[in-house]
């Protein structure tokens, strides 16, 4: 009977079994839709129990798989099972995607993003810019790290291309000082996420609007649904917390550094000069700091300050102006969309007239956007399973079931906590907003009706999920934060753990506070 438990676990993460379970559970997906489409029972708004269980099975299996395309697409088919609408399609999939905000998050994210990066990958612009500002401020393994955490701010632009673009241009430097990978790693990831959704001139505003729009009246349009993300920027306590504390562990002023791993990892880099444990498997980050500059492109610090002082100044000042000077305090004008654009324009027209060819340059910017494509996919099936829980009354369910039954002093360390668990098990904290925004903005407001309580659970959702995308081993900024690095990709997860929690701790303890002092 002893074996039993091990055998059981074995064979259900084979992966033939699990391809097996996969496919036999779509077929029956496929024949229970054309059996039962439509027989579902509809009452106030939701089929009940059902409602529920187009995220929850989409949780389960990114749970059980680790992998999220399939678990989100399994769960807008079965959404449209319980819905009756058959052909997801025409029911779903093209009147998500063929939104004016979907189409605003892919022309930033997608195109002048992913094409700034590679703009950069042929200009040579941001490691020319990270080896003059080594140059004016390193000095030793403290400076090295503050030095890292200062590039953490200003490659903010995404998570996954912040630990990048940050690793590759600080490892030559930190390795130079013999700083431990464990360090920089940690260093790296906490500066990535959490400087994105709190310096969030990117593309997560229009992202994580996108799935709230319609969720209240608060939300009706695109524009009210980003202001609203700013809002709340105060109250992203994770963030706050995690970047607070990773500087002052740069500085060395951190009191006490929690986990023994990472005690013991700084110890050894000190004391013997060697950047990684004894037996570890360090990934190999050749990939992520080559440059494809071309013969006879000289590269210089207006390469990179040209497109970051195009992308930061059209981005920052007509909100500083509108919000401060104009008092429009409701409706600031926010051009980041804009901002990328002109970003990428401005990298070409330097490039071409440096004397770049033009057939290089756009090599590059195609190369940039082939990069994050598969994020244009999970980002496509993520709304689509927000209007599928739409379609399904979900928030409808959960608020019905257990809105009267939560404490409001609970509630945002409960979301914070469920985001958490979720983030960590799918390894990605936009498919976890996916999931959880279109059923907590209504869920908060029911339990309590007030826009203080909602923007409070709004940040905790935010910072929760980021949580756990920093530390899940299976997410793309953890792999990417060990591979830039060239850090073992377990000695990351180990050595960060504790100092997230940290973070994630002092987060939950400030919201309950919030809530019993001012709600």
Not at 120 to 136: C, H, M, Q, V
Not at 206 to 218: D, E, S, W
């Given at each position: 009977m002893t074996?039993?438990?091990?055998?059981?676990?074995?064979?259900?993460?084979?992966?033939?079994?699990?391809?097996?379970?996969?496919?036999?559970?779509?077929?029956?997906l496929i024949l229970a839709g054309v059996w039962f489409a439509g027989d579902f029972p509809e009452k106030n708004g939701h089929f009940g129990i059902w409602s529920i269980m187009p995220p929850l099975v989409a949780i389960i299996l990114a749970f059980w798989t680790r992998e999220v395309v399939s678990a989100l697409f399994i769960g807008i088919c079965l959404g449209g099972v319980i819905s009756g609408e058959i052909n997801i399609v025409q029911g779903f999939l093209i009147p998500s995607v063929g939104t004016e905000s979907f189409a605003l998050i892919?022309?930033?994210?997608?195109?002048?993003?992913?094409?700034?990066?590679?703009?950069?990958?042929?200009?040579?612009?941001?490691?020319?810019?990270?080896?003059?500002?080594?140059?004016?401020?390193?000095r030793g393994p403290r400076s090295a790290k503050f030095f890292t955490w200062i590039m953490g701010l200003v490659f903010h632009q995404g998570g996954t291309i912040s630990t990048v673009l940050t690793g590759a241009t600080v490892r030559p430097v930190a390795d130079k000082h013999k700083l431990s990978h464990e360090e920089l790693a940690y260093m790296v990831d906490s500066t990535a996420s959490p400087a994105a959704t709190?310096?969030?001139?990117?593309?997560?505003?229009?992202?994580?609007?996108?799935?709230?729009?319609?969720?209240?009246?608060?939300?009706?349009?695109?524009?009210?649904?980003?202001?609203?993300?700013?809002?709340?920027?105060?109250?992203?306590?994770?963030?706050?917390f995690a970047i607070l504390i990773t500087l002052l562990f740069a500085t060395e002023k951190l009191p006490w550094i929690p986990g023994k791993k990472m005690r013991a990892a700084i110890k050894r880099s000190r004391e013997t000069g060697k950047v990684d444990r004894e037996g570890a498997v360090p990934m190999s980050a050749e990939e992520l700091t080559q440059r494809k500059i071309p013969e006879g492109y000289k590269p210089g610090l207006i390469d990179f300050f040209g497109p970051i002082g195009a992308l930061l100044g059209v981005a920052i000042i007509p909100y500083i102006i509108t919000y401060f000077f104009m008092g429009r305090r409701e409706d600031p004008t926010l051009l980041i969309a804009e901002a990328f654009v002109l970003a990428v324009l401005v990298g070409f027209l330097i490039a071409l007239g440096k004397g770049m060819k033009l057939q290089d340059a756009i090599e590059g910017f195609v190369d940039g956007c082939k990069g994050v494509t598969i994020g244009a996919i999970i980002l496509a099936l993520a709304v689509t399973l927000k209007e599928v829980a739409e379609a399904v009354g979900t928030a409808d369910f959960v608020i019905y079931t257990v809105g009267d039954l939560i404490p409001p002093f609970v509630l945002p360390g409960l979301l914070m906590v469920l985001c958490m668990l979720i983030a960590f098990s799918t390894g990605t904290s936009w498919g976890t907003y996916a999931v959880v925004f279109p059923v907590a903005v209504p869920l908060a407001w029911a339990v309590v009706p007030d826009p203080f309580f909602l923007t409070l659970c709004f940040a905790a959702v935010i910072g929760g999920s980021v949580f756990g995308d920093q530390c899940s081993p299976i997410s793309d900024t953890t792999i990417l934060s060990s591979l830039a690095t060239g850090c073992d990709l377990m000695d990351h997860v180990y050595t960060q753990f504790p100092l997230a929690i940290l973070a994630g701790g002092l987060a939950m303890v400030t919201y309950g506070v919030l809530v019993i002092l001012f709600v």
């Open positions: 074996e039993q438990p091990g055998y059981f676990q074995k064979k259900f993460s084979d992966p033939v079994t699990v391809r097996r379970i996969y496919t036999g559970a779509f077929l029956a892919l022309v930033v994210y997608l195109w002048a993003l992913g094409g700034l990066i590679g703009m950069w990958t042929r200009t040579g612009g941001a490691e020319k810019f990270a080896i003059w500002a080594s140059n004016l401020m390193v709190l310096i969030p001139f990117n593309v997560w505003p229009f992202y994580v609007g996108g799935l709230v729009i319609g969720t209240l009246p608060l939300f009706e349009t695109t524009q009210q649904a980003v202001n609203f993300f700013f809002t709340a920027l105060p109250f992203n306590f994770y963030a706050i």
